[in-house]
């Protein structure tokens, strides 16, 4: 019997994401349909990569609270260089993604020097939003060329761009955290940070470059912003950073390290989706309060199953 309950515990996060899943599958009948999944995955891309991007940093025991910020510093630098500057399109994009990195490297610079993440990320969130406003002069960048418009909305083997992207995202993350060495040595820094260290764990290098890798995306992500919205403005997506790490607490990723798997965010990106699409379509008011209500109580769960499970199967 215990061993048992040991399985429910140990797969609670899985069960009750499609205990989710089932209920908005029977309030919105759109779900049945593979069209509205598709076409939910364009609309969620930015939230589900940085989730993908964040999953090793949380693994570690950390967090970056300022990918959404890094993300809309990048799109306004896009825009400012194709604008001000006069940079072809594909070289103004390519300098919006080496600000993200840049970045994401100053945000790992911080936390290699043992500032705790929480507080260096955040001072880092209100940092590059002040400097996209700083920089786009407190106006929207618009008149982007048309085609970046198209290449959104285009597909790759029937599969809409954006979904493809997240795929790959997926696949790379997935690689990295569960198929090398890099991946062994993030579980280990979570699990005991002092302990990794005397086993000569580079955490430092590896927590630089883990926040490097989350600026990266940030810096894609902000080139994708622009693409969706024809727009680069100082003042949008304030709370991606939270979606985003949402989706990684319901995919079952333990917020103090240590414990979880790259396929559970992309299950909690799943859900958090449906959620946001199902009940923006059938309860608009009640969005927010009832999706922060269900998120809430899922990471509470996660963590009271991670603690019995610890408690009563922790070797002696």
């Not at 996660?302 to 070797?315: D, G, K, M, Y």
Request: hydrophobic share 55%; charged share 10%.
């Amino acid at each position: 019997m215990k061993r048992v309950i040991m399985l429910v515990v140990r797969w609670s996060p899985w069960l009750s994401a499609g205990l989710i899943l089932t209920v908005m599958a029977f309030a919105t009948p759109a779900f049945r349909y593979p069209g509205y999944w598709l076409n939910l995955g364009g609309q969620y891309f930015a939230p589900a990569a940085l989730a993908l991007a964040l999953t090793p940093i949380i693994l570690t025991g950390g967090i970056d609270l300022s990918v959404g910020s890094v993300a809309v510093f990048a799109s306004v630098v896009i825009g400012a260089l194709w604008r001000d500057g006069r940079w072809p399109m594909e070289w103004a994009i390519a300098g919006g993604i080496i600000a993200g990195l840049i970045a994401g490297l100053g945000n790992g610079m911080l936390v290699s020097a043992g500032i705790m993440p929480l507080v260096a990320t955040l001072a880092t969130r209100e940092l590059y939003r002040g400097l996209a406003l700083t920089l786009s002069g407190d106006a929207p960048v618009t008149r982007f060329p048309a085609s970046l418009g198209e290449l959104w909305a285009s597909s790759v083997y029937g599969v809409p761009l954006p979904v493809a992207g997240v795929g790959l995202l997926f696949l790379l993350t997935y690689v990295l955290v569960h198929r090398t060495w890099i991946g062994r040595m993030v579980y280990a820094i979570g699990d005991n940070e002092v302990a990794a260290e005397f086993a000569a764990v580079p955490v430092r290098r590896i927590k630089l470059w883990l926040y490097a890798w989350s600026g990266l995306v940030a810096g894609l992500c902000g080139a994708a912003l622009i693409m969706k919205y024809g727009a680069a403005k100082a003042d949008a997506e304030k709370s991606l950073e939270l979606t985003a790490i949402a989706c990684v607490v319901v995919g079952g990723v333990r917020v103090t390290g240590g414990a979880g798997h790259v396929a559970g965010t992309l299950l909690g990106i799943v859900v958090v989706a449906a959620l946001m699409g199902g009940l923006g379509s059938i309860a608009p008011a009640w969005r927010d309060t009832v999706t922060g209500a269900i998120l809430v109580a899922v990471a509470l769960g996660n963590e009271a199953s991670a603690r019995w499970l610890r408690r009563h199967f922790a070797p002696e």
